[in-house]
């Protein structure tokens, strides 16, 4: 199992940081050695995060251009906010640009106030996303393509630059809690017939273990088998240097609190994303190896530059000699 980075990405004048660390940042992760260099996305702020987010795939395009090696990710880009033809001309450019560096991980977005922003109806998100990552796919990989969908048409269209390799596409997404237990719909295990693999949200392993089970049943009923494909994990981690898990926690729960939305309580982040001393942290990460992770992103919270980069050592220091 891998372990990549998540760059700091805060779009608001209270979270953000100077463009220049941004690349001494992403410099410093391919230095170190992480796997990925990764993006989240958000129109507006939303109950997850107390800010926007920078735009991905423009980001991503600095970053190339700060880099030499390091794989370069979004994790995840809410692909019904936008033209899956103008997501592939974009994503083909920038694979280009990037000497074949990039991974495009997709979800559907929840937050109703970012489809009113770009007048797509929220209750069609799934329904976009699934016609609209067939249709991503297709201009990624083939020379020529004609779709006719419900929402997305195109005829005898030509993508450039051409790729040798188009980018992974990953799909995101996961169950819900009901009445009758966990539960993922149908909808949601069909987005990795146009997928490579999966990129798991921030949960409890507990959760991870039930949703890819519904994944697994998914892929077996279409003759593909569950190993091969691709899994990540999304994450979020405010590594504090003490043996002792009530001061680790004590401290997270700071740095998490500044970071959450105001309709997210402080327990969702104790109860699904990392905490504990940095011992625990490694067992936890030891189980999503023995849940068959590929990958697991590491998405440090920290707001300034000093503390962004203290968490990479962080990571380096205590997490990578266990996965390099």
Do not use: C
């Not at 941004?22 to 796997?35: K, N, P, Q, V």
């Not at 929840?110 to 996303?129: I, K, L």
């Amino acid at each position: 199992m891998k372990l990549a980075i998540g760059l700091p990405s805060f779009a608001a004048e209270s979270h953000r940081i100077p463009p220049a660390h941004l690349g001494t940042y992403a410099r410093t992760a391919e230095d170190f050695g992480f796997s990925g260099a990764w993006l989240i996305d958000h129109l507006l702020p939303t109950p997850t995060y107390a800010s926007s987010l920078l735009d991905p795939l423009t980001t991503l395009a600095t970053v190339a251009g700060e880099t030499e090696t390091i794989p370069l990710g979004t994790s995840i880009l809410i692909l019904p906010l936008r033209h899956p033809v103008l997501v592939a001309k974009r994503a083909a450019t920038l694979q280009h640009l990037s000497g074949g560096r990039l991974t495009l991980g997709l979800g559907t977005g929840y937050v109703e106030s970012e489809f009113d922003a770009v007048d797509v109806p929220s209750e069609e998100r799934s329904d976009r996303f699934l016609e609209g990552i067939e249709l991503l796919g297709a201009l990624l990989d083939q020379r020529t393509v004609t779709f006719d969908g419900d929402f997305y048409s195109v005829e005898e269209f030509t993508l450039e630059p051409s790729m040798d390799r188009p980018p992974r596409l990953l799909a995101g997404g996961g169950g819900i809690d009901t009445p009758d237990g966990r539960v993922v719909r149908e909808s949601v295990t069909a987005r990795l017939r146009y997928a490579d693999g999966w990129i798991a949200p921030p949960r409890s392993t507990e959760i991870l273990d039930a949703d890819w089970a519904a994944f697994a049943r998914s892929l077996d009923e279409r003759d593909r088998d569950p190993a091969s494909v691709d899994k990540v994990l999304l994450q979020y981690l405010h590594l504090v240097p003490t043996g002792n898990t009530e001061h680790a926690l004590r401290e997270q729960r700071k740095v998490y609190d500044a970071v959450l939305g105001p309709d997210r309580p402080i327990e969702y982040a104790t109860e699904n994303w990392l905490t504990g001393t940095a011992d625990e942290v490694r067992a936890t990460l030891e189980t999503y190896e023995t849940q068959d992770f590929d990958e697991v992103i590491l998405h440090p919270m920290a707001r300034t530059p000093a503390d962004l980069l203290r968490q990479l050592r962080l990571y380096r220091d205590e997490l990578l000699p266990v996965y390099p």
